[in-house]
């Protein structure tokens, strides 16, 4: 089965099952639960996409929490819009104050980043509860129910249905987003930022992208409190309820959909029953249920660091970590491999002619302080050509390729791509010129099926956005975009692995995945970094046939690599470096029996 059927066949049988409790004679106590349930997991859910999938940590949700319930309580009550005026302009609101902490809170990493957001959900905090305008403290109150189709939600019960759809909505564009050319980009940033501008994503936009859409999803669930409560004031919006919704998310399952909801659920439910039994058991009140339910949820994390929702998964067999035949266990196939019928070639750019000069290095020099890691280093690798660069460990042969590829900035120097100068541009803009490059250590994203990661390296090819992707008006583009990773995986020899995880495979093919993910750009050159590291001695023979096969259609190729027998017998031409400097150029067999190379690597000869 497909996995956009189970998809879409699972929330509407959860949609169903949900919403099937409002007519059946349930107390109205369970009715308020379900409700902010649903609530809770619409943060939650915002929290998984930019947290737990995305990779940053946010404890302000909660602000933005507020910032979609005062402005349809303000809305409402003083200005005499609708409730869905009131939500236009909460989302407007929401949209506009994420943009703008976002394009600053997004540039820290590290712990800087979660202490940035705590400061603007402090500050959002302590804003509402200042405001003249929002009565302070005291909030607004008086807010009216909403209409839909002219039947007034006055009551929980009469929410509960819209609540819920809302919430499989949400569910269901987050999971068509993460199926896309746009949620492949938000999954790269796990595998590091490197990797993910040298496959051509925007990490910075990407990033705000997810953010926005984040806090979105918290502001749609403080316009609906504000109108289930019928009255808002700061409190329910502070720096605590930014750390449960966290709490929720992580509990659930961080990197989960699902796990949003489930994590809403457990923390729901088990914060209600303990403030219940806790009193009668302890014989005195207060807030006992905050340290009991803290217990319980570490010794939970410690059971099941993952969360909550892998746990049921592994629970009812979803995932099988192994089949009868032993074979590996496939994931689902995404929305273009459902769709293959409707693949389309994608364009290819005109490789170089022949002969002619496509990366050209001038006395590139790079210095960090006092030391000189390149020393004025010039080369060039023709149209067609495999050019070697190769050095004992420290010549600087890894910084040289960082250089070259836009990782690192030259001190002095030029380099020279397709007759342009690109030093100083961006891993992203040497990608979108032709450039693609793969890692001496492997960076992948593991738990993504093989054919997604190479689907990441043909980023550029696409131009669907995000909606897009959540509307599934994506289908002919996505269908092209995995023909042609299928293709480049059929190059490696890594097509029968298309759906398995991409952390099950060996080191070696994982190399061979990399490079796989390269060709999908589709680039003129190709910086290969010690690509035959952990290959066996057949993988290394099937990599160079494949080597001399790119040659052959016009592919440049700048290869490091240590392994001095698989370099000999592939390269027209090697570039030798010590200490930072070139010392030989030649061919193969010449620099070979040179007596400079001869010292670099064995310390001389008597």
């Known amino acids: 089965m497909t996995r956009l059927r189970p998809q879409r066949l699972g929330v509407a049988i959860w949609l169903a099952v949900m919403c099937t409790a409002v007519f059946l004679p349930v107390p109205e106590f369970w009715i308020t639960l379900a409700n902010y349930i649903g609530l809770y997991s619409l943060v939650a859910l915002g929290l998984v996409l930019l947290t737990g999938i995305a990779g940053m940590t946010s404890f302000g949700q909660a602000a933005f929490v507020g910032l979609g319930a005062y402005a349809s309580a303000l809305v409402t009550t003083q200005y005499g819009g609708s409730p869905w005026v009131g939500l236009v302009a909460g989302i407007a609101l929401v949209v506009l104050a994420a943009g703008a902490l976002g394009a600053i809170t997004m540039r820290l990493s590290g712990h800087y980043l979660p202490l940035g957001t705590i400061a603007w959900g402090l500050s959002l905090f302590y804003l509402f509860g200042n405001l003249e305008l929002l009565k302070k403290f005291d909030g607004i109150t008086g807010i009216p129910p909403i209409n839909f189709l002219g039947v007034e939600l006055q009551s929980g019960r009469n929410l509960y249905l819209l609540i819920w759809v809302i919430v499989a909505l949400a569910v269901?564009?987050?999971?068509?987003?993460?199926?896309?050319?746009?949620?492949?980009?938000?999954?790269?940033?796990?595998?590091?930022?490197?990797?993910?501008?040298?496959?051509?994503?925007?990490?910075?936009?990407?990033?705000?992208?997810?953010?926005?859409?984040?806090?979105?999803?918290?502001?749609?669930?403080?316009?609906?409190?504000?109108?289930?409560?019928?009255?808002?004031?700061?409190?329910?919006?502070?720096?605590?309820?930014?750390?449960?919704?966290?709490?929720?998310?992580?509990?659930?399952?961080?990197?989960?959909?699902?796990?949003?909801?489930?994590?809403?659920?457990?923390?729901?439910?088990?914060?209600?029953?303990?403030?219940?039994?806790?009193p009668k058991l302890l014989g005195q009140s207060g807030n006992f249920e905050v340290i009991v339910s803290g217990m319980l949820l570490i010794l939970l994390l410690q059971r099941a660091p993952g969360g909550l929702w892998p746990m049921v998964l592994r629970v009812v067999g979803m995932f099988k970590r192994g089949t009868a035949t032993g074979e590996h266990p496939q994931l689902p196939a995404p929305i273009g491999l459902q769709n293959a019928q409707l693949a389309q070639p994608l364009p290819r750019r005109p490789q170089a002619a022949a002969g002619s000069t496509v990366l050209d290095v001038r006395s590139a020099r790079k210095t960090f302080g006092g030391l000189v890691a390149v020393n004025d280093?010039?080369?060039?690798?023709?149209?067609?050509?495999?050019?070697?660069?190769?050095?004992?460990?420290?010549?600087?042969?890894?910084?040289?390729?960082?250089?070259?590829?836009?990782?690192?900035?030259?001190?002095?120097?030029?380099?020279?791509?397709?007759?342009?100068?690109?030093?100083?541009?961006?891993?992203?803009?040497?990608?979108?010129?032709?450039?693609?490059?793969?890692?001496?250590?492997?960076?992948?994203?593991?738990?993504?099926?093989?054919?997604?990661?190479?689907?990441?390296?043909?980023?550029?090819?696409?131009?669907?956005?995000?909606?897009?992707?959540?509307?599934?008006?994506?289908?002919?583009?996505?269908?092209?975009?995995?023909?042609?990773?299928?293709?480049?995986?059929?190059?490696?020899?890594?097509?029968?692995?298309?759906?398995?995880?991409?952390?099950?495979?060996?080191?070696?093919?994982?190399?061979?995945?990399?490079?796989?993910?390269?060709?999908?750009?589709?680039?003129?050159?190709?910086?290969?970094?010690?690509?035959?590291?952990?290959?066996?001695?057949?993988?290394?023979?099937?990599?160079?046939?494949?080597?001399?096969?790119?040659?052959?259609?016009?592919?440049?190729?700048?290869?490091?690599?240590?392994?001095?027998?698989?370099?000999?017998?592939?390269?027209?031409?090697?570039?030798?470096?010590?200490?930072?400097?070139?010392?030989?150029?030649?061919?193969?067999?010449?620099?070979?029996?040179?007596?400079?190379?001869i010292e670099a690597y064995l310390g001389g000869v008597e």
């Not at 609906?224 to 502070?238: C, I, K, S, W």
């Not at 919704?245 to 303990?274: E, H, K, P, R, S």
């Not at 023909?483 to 994982?510: C, I, K, T």
């Not at 796989?516 to 010690?530: C, K, M, Q």
């Open 172 to 278: 269901l564009a987050v999971l068509n987003l993460l199926d896309s050319r746009t949620g492949r980009a938000i999954r790269a940033l796990r595998g590091g930022l490197v990797m993910a501008e040298s496959c051509g994503v925007n990490t910075a936009r990407t990033k705000l992208l997810a953010f926005v859409l984040a806090a979105v999803l918290a502001g749609l669930s403080g316009w609906l409190y504000a109108h289930l409560q019928r009255a808002v004031n700061p409190t329910p919006f502070g720096l605590n309820a930014g750390i449960t919704y966290l709490f929720m998310a992580v509990v659930g399952g961080a990197g989960y959909v699902w796990g949003a909801l489930a994590g809403a659920a457990l923390m729901t439910i088990l914060g209600d029953w303990l403030q219940n039994i806790l």
């Open 377 to 597: 280093v010039s080369f060039s690798v023709n149209a067609g050509e495999i050019l070697g660069l190769i050095g004992p460990n420290g010549a600087g042969k890894s910084t040289m390729f960082n250089l070259v590829s836009g990782v690192l900035p030259l001190t002095s120097g030029e380099v020279h791509f397709a007759g342009e100068r690109i030093d100083g541009k961006t891993s992203r803009a040497l990608a979108r010129a032709g450039m693609a490059r793969t890692f001496q250590h492997v960076r992948l994203l593991p738990a993504m099926s093989v054919i997604e990661n190479v689907a990441i390296g043909a980023h550029l090819r696409g131009h669907r956005g995000w909606m897009a992707g959540v509307m599934r008006a994506n289908r002919i583009e996505e269908a092209s975009i995995f023909a042609e990773a299928q293709a480049q995986l059929d190059r490696v020899g890594l097509g029968a692995d298309a759906l398995r995880e991409a952390g099950s495979l060996a080191l070696g093919q994982q190399r061979l995945l990399e490079i796989a993910r390269a060709l999908a750009g589709d680039p003129v050159v190709l910086l290969l970094d010690e690509p035959a590291a952990g290959l066996r001695h057949q993988e290394k023979l099937a990599l160079a046939a494949l080597l001399r096969d790119l040659r052959s259609q016009g592919v440049s190729i700048l290869l490091v690599e240590h392994d001095m027998e698989f370099v000999m017998g592939l390269v027209d031409r090697l570039v030798v470096m010590d200490f930072g400097t070139r010392i030989v150029h030649g061919l193969p067999e010449a620099v070979r029996n040179n007596p400079a190379v």
